[in-house]
């Protein structure tokens, strides 16, 4: 990884202690378009502003939600192309792992695997860090779940959480509003109120992303006409 | 041209071949080396899709190493692949190929086209210059219709109506070829594949067992699994069989008890931790 003149790392620690290169990367993601995901008691909702930076950019070229195996989804804040390497090789380690231990990767491997390459981008010579923050839903032999995965390569995993821009007034959103026990279909109304509170603008289904994982574990990217149903029992 | 020689019309089998291949050996020529596939695989084109069917027998060397074997593979859900050749490396190169193909349908975000399944198989068995030994039927229906190709192990391959593989082939291509038509319906397809792979089971030693069919439509794919089982297995006795004491003849006897013996040493060592 990295020429061989850039042999040493580009992520040195700072007297206090501190990653400053990390930091950065998490200033970046925080500057971010706002994107979340609430676990409920029967499958999983992640979702995302989609703010393009003209009228004239075709919407449909622009896609921030992906799958990375038929069960699992993932959305990001932060750098898009980051992101799309990102995906990438997610999507060849899930299919690596199926081909070795021929068992679909569980979540919580992929998840794993996934933080590994970006902590190796922190700790490799000539490379910077992801400039994003993932926001993993899956639905495995262990249920719905949400993982978060930051550029330091650390992850958590959450009953509701969200990254970017809007993050404390989401969260704090978010922790009225979140039951253990929730419905999915309550899990994508508050996702969508959520995304309302912070939202510069009027909400439409062309500047939101929403994708679900329903009982069937199949994740799906909802489509514009899907998003208008929910936006509409909204409002 | 008057013929003078000509074969004896009763019964026996001609010797002359023979001498006339021997003759051809001391020359030097090099006898063409027999094909060790113990397979029938075939596929065909029908009015909607396409037909694709294999028996379930798998050997090692004269010995049946699996009665049910499926070599009818998965590689995407529009395309299935029967392969015929070394087990391995046909479910070897037919996973990987579609694990690629699971990677570029997530690139694309469009269903796989079988001449993507095609080109990937080519190339990797022409990388491989034949060592990988997987004879292959690919067929599946995409946007731009069905399609059947064979893949030879050297990477060459053919686009068929029509295709058989494997040590089964002829066999299978004389059934093809007396019953094959265009324009065939879904249950004349499954029937003619059947009787193909029948021609085979029958025919041909390395090929037994029962009959996979797989039918490839438009936007619907049905893999039947034994759709037909022409060799059952008749067991002899449903009670089982009992083996009473006294029916085996005792030749001789001997008993070597087995001595256990202790030894307990005082004063050694503690283990260091």
Known sequence: MGDSQYSFSLTTFSPSGKLVQIEHALTAVGSGQTSLGIKAANGVVIATEKKLPSILVDETSVQKIQALTPNIGVVYSGMGPDFRVLVRKSRKQAQQYYRLYKEHIPVTQLVRETAAVMQEFTQSGGVRPFGVSLLIA???????????????????????????????????????RYTEDMELDDAIHTAILTLKEGYEGQISSNNIEIGILRADREFKVLSPAEIKDFLEEVE | MTGSMDLPAKGGFSFDLCRRNNMLQKNGLKLPGFRKTGTTIVGLVFQDGVVLGADTRATEGPIVADKNCEKIHFMAPNIYCCGAGTAADTEAVTDMVSSQLQLHRYATGRESRVVTALTLLKSHLFRYQGHVSA??????????????????????????????????????????????????????????????????????LGSGSNVDVCVITKGKTEYLRNHQLPNPRTYASSKGYSFTKGQTEVLSTKITPLKQKVEVTEGGDAMEE
């Open chain 2, 135 to 204: 004879a292959l039927v690919l067929g599946g229906v995409d946007c731009t219709g069905p399609h059947l190709h064979t893949v030879y192990p050297h990477g060459s391959t053919d686009t068929l109506p029509f295709a058989t593989m494997g040590s089964g082939s002829l066999a299978a291509m004389s059934v093809f070829e007396s019953k094959y038509k265009e324009g065939l319906t879904r249950e004349e397809g499954i029937q003619l594949v059947s009787d193909a792979i029948c021609a085979g089971i029958f025919n041909d």
């Open chain 1, 138 to 176: 899956g639905y495995d032999d262990n249920g719905p779940q949400l993982y978060q995965v930051d550029p330091s390569g650390s992850y958590f995993s959450w009953k509701a959480s969200a990254m970017g821009k809007n993050v404390s007034n989401a969260k704090t959103f978010l922790e009225k």
